[in-house]
């Protein structure tokens, strides 16, 4: 059987996002695997004085720590409402339906609102990432919690109560909010779930992300791919 070493994949998408960032930008950063090799060629970039004036937000209290670790500065939307551009990962990417699921490391709500503050969105995955049947994550206001699974069935939707790894109980966004996770049969992932989703009461946001990007694709080629979306 063949190797296939995704991690070197994650690295040629994350190093080609770089490209992407001029001096002076303010950064909105992601979350998960991919933006973590982001995280550090950025910070390496700082440090070598390759980039200047870089402040970036970040979408995860795992992407502050990351950042403060590389040394770059810390910002937030209140004090830069304005984002330049956004870095992000993707669990999966619907390119013919121009749709991306994101948020099965729970930091989607955070996640979509730097992205859709950005002038410029890039998505950085390897190519596991392309067609892949995922859930779609929900965060769900814990008041709300037996409406919304009530609701979400109705829709087909099939929610699962996502669990903590770590600890005993479901899983709590950053926000203080329980994920869970609905199991949409791939046709019913549509531009339009989003809004659907939303429109539940209670339902705080979900990880349906509709909106104009570059996805790099690192290739087992140890090419890219880009796509628009």
């Given amino acids: 059987m063949t190797h296939v070493d995704y991690e070197k994949m994650k690295i040629i998408a994350a190093r080609k996002a770089l490209e992407y960032v001029k001096d002076g930008y303010v950064l909105g950063i992601g979350s998960g695997s991919t933006v973590k090799y982001f995280i550090e060629f950025l910070g390496d970039a700082l440090k070598k004085g390759l980039l200047k ?131 949409f049969d791939i046709d019913q992932i549509t531009p339009t779930l989003e809004i659907e989703l939303n429109k539940i009461p209670g339902v705080l946001e979900n990880g349906v992300f509709v909106m104009r990007c570059e996805v790099i694709v690192g290739l087992s080629s140890n090419e890219i791919k880009i796509l628009r979306i």
């Fill in 53 to 183: 004036d870089i402040i970036g937000i970040p979408s995860s209290i795992d992407s502050r720590i990351l950042m403060s670790k590389y040394g770059i500065p810390i910002t937030d939307l209140y004090e830069n409402p304005e984002i330049d551009l956004t870095v992000d990962g993707a669990d999966s990417i619907l390119s013919d339906k121009g749709v991306i699921i994101k948020g099965l490391g729970g930091a989607f709500t955070r996640e979509k609102i730097i992205n859709y503050a950005a002038k410029k969105r890039i998505i950085i995955v390897d190519e596991r990432k392309l067609n892949r049947e995922v859930p779609v994550p929900i965060e769900v206001l814990p008041f709300s919690l037996g409406y919304v699974i009530k609701t979400l069935d109705k829709m087909g939707g099939k929610p699962i109560l996502r669990e903590s790894s770590g600890k005993v109980g479901p899983c709590i966004s950053d926000n203080g909010n329980i994920i869970l996770d609905a199991y």
